[in-house]
């Protein structure tokens, strides 16, 4: 009797969400399934790469859990391929049991309001590509040289990032994993203000404490909240603050009774204000924002929400960071909901937009699951409830009932046509011949932490595709 088919899982997109869901299978299942992870970029790791800031190493270290998924031995990565180009959805059907959307939610919101596009304004999304080395935002200009005033609108971590990253001396980025070209400009930045918008109250920010509380430790940064607009901003009890909104509140008070230490730099927080236009200044550079302030009422459900009063306020800046989250892009061929910018699932199983009922064989984890919140544990928990669903209907393929599948099961299980890691692996070479395999990666990693090393700095981060190919190509067969 011949042995039962091996089982193959591909996940597409290596972040967070897509390690953590390739951890759980593997762990959970018997030697019959097999993982493939597909990959944009020659580099693994997502936004633990190329969107946790550079002074946030321990953050990083995460990436040791992600190792020993990798090298597993029943988990191979293709890295360099882009799902929808080199390879179509129909094609991944035909040689997988499953498929596992983990692409997360690379684009940013916009504001929409008049000016967002002039020079000088920029999605924090590009900004923190470009500090953390992303390959697509190495060419990047962002203006450090002329602005004074940075303003950056958004009260989440994200803002709290920017800002951050905006005021830190040489020697604090020094030992740091900041991109090259980064540190060389921001070494030179004229920015002394950075000014943090909040549309809403302290009680309703969306930062979480320690990264509050980093703000009060910068080297040579004062951190400056107006007492008046801070009280004035929690004049309205908010009945769904909880414990981390209310740690939030008596760390910002204790900021607003602050002397500042007269440092060369200041994040000043503000609250109750919407940017509501850019204003350009003499060259067509953005040299202004018009905002207005808003009050708190009383929304659906008892939280709090902006409401604009007529009152303006124009301050000068040179550049504005918008960070008022991220945004998912759809993948080709795969459902999409427009308005929450996820693909439709039902607990991580992909759903048929028309008749609402999962699509077999396709799921989703992580922000493109469930929109762009949580720090990197919540994808944990989300990949373990997609994990659930992948193997609950794969259960009759694993458990070798492979008659099950063709059974009253059917609708759950899907069978690819095709499914030997030989031909995949042979039809995704003929498609991307610079295809990165895990070895690849391992021989960017050691290049970039040797590089790194000689200058005390975990690495020197490789941030064009040409020369992380280079560098890959050394170990590829
Ligand atoms: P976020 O936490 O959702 O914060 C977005 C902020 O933008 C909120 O303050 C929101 O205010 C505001 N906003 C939205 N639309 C706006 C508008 N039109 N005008 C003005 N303000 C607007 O998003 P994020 O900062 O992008 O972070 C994404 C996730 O990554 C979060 O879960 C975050 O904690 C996590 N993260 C964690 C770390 C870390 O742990 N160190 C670092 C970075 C990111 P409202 O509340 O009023 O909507």
Known sequence: ??????????????????????????????????????????????????????????????????????????????????????????????????????????????????????????????????????????????????????????????????????????????PTDTANNALEVLAHSRVHEVAVLGRRGPAQAAFTNPELLELGELADADIIVDPEELERALELEDPTADTAAKRNVEILRSYAAREPAGHSKRIVLRFLVSPVALLAGEHGHLSAVEMVRNELVAGDGGSLRARATEEHETIAAGLVFRAIGYRGIPLPGVPFDERSAVIPNHGGRVLDPDSERPLPGEYVVGWIKRGPSGVIGTNKRDAQETVDAVLADLAPLLDGDAGAAGGTDASTVHMPQASDAETIEAMLRERQPQLVTYSGWEAIDRHERALGEAQGRPRVKLTRIEELLEVASLEEP
């Open 1 to 174: 009797m011949s042995d039962p088919p091996v089982v193959r899982v591909a996940v597409i997109g290596s972040g967070p969400a897509g390690f953590y869901a390739a951890g759980h299978l593997l762990k959970a299942s018997d030697e019959r399934l097999e993982v493939d992870m597909l990959e944009r970029l020659p580099t693994p790791w997502g936004l633990v790469r190329s969107g946790v800031a550079p002074d946030h190493p321990k953050i990083k270290s995460v990436t040791r859990v992600y190792e020993k998924t990798a090298a597993h031995p029943r988990f191979r990565y293709f890295g360099n391929v882009t799902f929808g180009e080199h390879v179509s959805r129909a094609e991944m059907l035909a040689h997988y049991h499953a498929l596992v959307y983990a692409t997360g939610s690379p684009a940013d919101r916009a504001l929409g309001i008049p000016g967002e596009a002039l020079p000088g304004s920029h999605a924090a999304t590009e900004f923190v590509g470009w500090y953390n080395g992303h390959p697509d935002y190495s060419d990047l200009e962002v203006d450090l040289l002329a602005a004074e005033r940075a303003v950056v609108v958004g009260n989440g971590n994200v803002a709290l990032d920017v800002a951050r990253m905006l005021v830190l001396t040489s020697e604090e980025l020094a």
